[in-house]
């Protein structure tokens, strides 16, 4: 038994020394690897920054490329502020690459630069600050030149502009695929809520689904949803969208459109499908892109609205506050006072009507001024309204106006809730002033025949002598029917026949007015509608078959410059760009407005010189 328990004692001593051994080498591995991590994390983050060439024209884009190696997500820089370059579009694209086992993160930002004038332009350094650290990019100079140093595609020879969408990643380069892709575009529509009671606010909002680089989206007008009161939304200037999954594919979605819904009926309230005209980007191997019109429907929906509680019958349905309060607290008997009501909260803020304040024997009441302020913010209709209620008092002294109540059901609580005011306290002081004695003669006194001198005498009687029916004026108010009459016949059957119905006065009429709603344009994304309005009614073209190529095909045949056709081209991408990217110019305020200003000049100019020659 010793012998044995000597043999396990030195055996286990033996075990120890293995492990502590093993312990050992793990440790010395782990700093190592560590270490080597370290020093690999440490070089791993790299910012560069390339260009497509150093020369071009003022016919080409530039593609300004910025690629961040090691960062997880980086935030996209604003380039554009760029002096002698305008942005015409950017894409995004990130990808994974293996070398000897080592994988590497890199997100490229492809900018997509248009000359604006000749000459030789500094791009300077892209600084970007990464966890306490600075990187930088190195700068480069592009010399502009006239006309296109590329090689011409096609018979116009001008770059197609790339589109605010990309690829079934969303973010690759929209020159990179080289075959048309299939259209997956859908809209689903959804609601906050299915089952609701009647006057309760729902939120139904229409989401895109789409695979396709979508470059407009519109609401068919004059569409109505049966048994609602509908309060749309205000449409975004521009739509940010985000990745989801929808029956095991990859979609962008955007929220194109939100309305919040009062229905004022009960039962199963249908929402039919809402329709939207869609711009869907055309072949990206084309030098322009040709808008593809899609139509589409949202799904039809069910609403179960339910009959309000009989408490709870004709009252606003949501979630209010009530207060009331007076613009003074002492005032002279003579003076009017304001009491001024408010109702605040959610829900149909427009239908929603303040208590009223009766006369008393203290007070009397005038008619009130009412104001409402509907709010759009959040998720839901919002708001308040005020009634500013004048209001006479009979006695001094002071003077006690009860308490006013406001009753609404709330469909959170499930119950009738009454909002209750404080009574308000006015002093009221001095004395009521007497009005002023009017002396008036009874009608039985004023007409006595043979016994009215008196009352002759004390009147004033006027001159006899100038007769209205013998004056000149007299005779012109006679002549102003004839007057009238011939201008009305000269307008009719003159003017509107012959003068206004002319295609001179209409050409001019159409040009006057496209260059009043470009003078009022505030922002870029206004541009590209007029433009597309006016080439309606100067060509006959349908909107849908309003494109870059129609355009170039258009302003060609009737031998416009080859410079004003492209500068025109430009300008209504540049606003299609702007109205629907996700990523709005947020650069320098100052240079944006000087910039659209420019730009507004140019193209008003351009549409005096080809206004003459289309017929």
Known sequence: MKKTGK????????????????????????????????????????????????????????????????????????????????????????EFR??????????????????????????????????????????????VVKGSVAPHRGQTGRRRMPSIFDDEDFFSSPFSRQRKEPIDVRLLPQVSKSSVVKGEQVILKIMLYTRNRIRAVNMAPD???????????????????????????????????????????????????????????GDTLSFFTTNQRLERASKEMTIDV?????????????????????????????DILTIKLTVSGSGNIKTLVPPTLEDSAYIKVYPAKISRDVSFKGEGVSGSVEAEIPVSFKKSGLISLPALTFKYYDPAQDKVIAAASKPL?????????????????????????????????????????????????????????????????????????????????????????????????????QISPILENYLKEKSGLGLSAINNQSIDQLLTQYNTADADIKTFIRLKNESDSFRFSPDKNTGNSGWAAKQLKHDLKVLVDILKRIDNRIK
Do not use: C
């Not at 949501?318 to 207060?323: A, D, E, L």
């Not at 029917?481 to 001019?508: E, Q, T, Y």
């Open 223 to 281: 569409q109505s949803i049966p048994g609602f009161w509908m309060e749309w939304f205000p449409v975004s200037n521009s739509i940010q969208g985000e990745t989801r999954s929808y029956n095991d594919k990859v979609y962008q979605v955007y929220e194109v459109r939100k309305v919040a819904l009062f229905p004022n009926k009960s039962g199963k309230l249908k929402v039919p499908p809402l329709k939207f005209d869609l711009g869907l980007a």
């Open 425 to 525: 306290n006015i002093n009221v002081t001095g004395a009521k002033e007497k009005q002023a004695r009017v002396e008036s003669i009874a009608s039985t006194e004023i007409i006595k025949q043979g016994e009215d001198i008196d009352f002759i005498k004390k009147g004033a009687v006027s001159h006899q002598g100038n007769l209205l029916h013998e004056s000149n004026f007299f005779i012109l108010l006679l002549l102003l029917p004839f007057v009238l009459n011939l201008l009305i016949f000269l307008k009719v059957f003159v003017f509107d026949r012959f003068i206004s119905g002319s295609a001179l006065v209409k050409k001019r009429k159409l040009l006057n007015h496209t260059v009043k709603e470009l003078e009022n344009v505030k922002e870029p994304g």
């Open 306 to 334: 339910r009959e309000l509680p009989p408490a709870a019958s004709n009252l606003p349905v949501g979630s209010f506050n009530f207060k009331a309060n007076a613009l003074k607290n002492n005032i002279d008997i003579n």
């Open 98 to 143: 293996f070398v000897n086992g080592v994988s590497s993160y890199y997100t490229n930002f492809i900018y997509y630069l248009n000359p604006l004038q000749e000459g030789t332009f500094k791009l300077p350094p892209v600084t970007y600050s990464y966890q306490g650290r600075d990187y930088s990019t190195r700068s480069f100079q592009v010399q």
């Open 7 to 94: 043999h396990y004692s030195q055996t286990m001593n033996t075990t120890r020394k293995s492990h502590r051994v093993i312990v050992f080498l793990l440790a010395v591995v782990m700093v190592s690897f560590s270490s080597t991590a370290a020093a690999q994390n440490s070089g791993d983050v790299e910012i560069k920054a390339s260009i497509s060439a150093e020369k071009i024209g003022l016919d080409d884009v530039l593609t300004y490329t910025l690629t961040f190696k090691g960062i997880n997500n980086p935030n996209q820089p604003n380039l554009s502020g760029l002096t002698g370059f305008s942005v015409e579009s950017t894409s995004r694209s990130t």
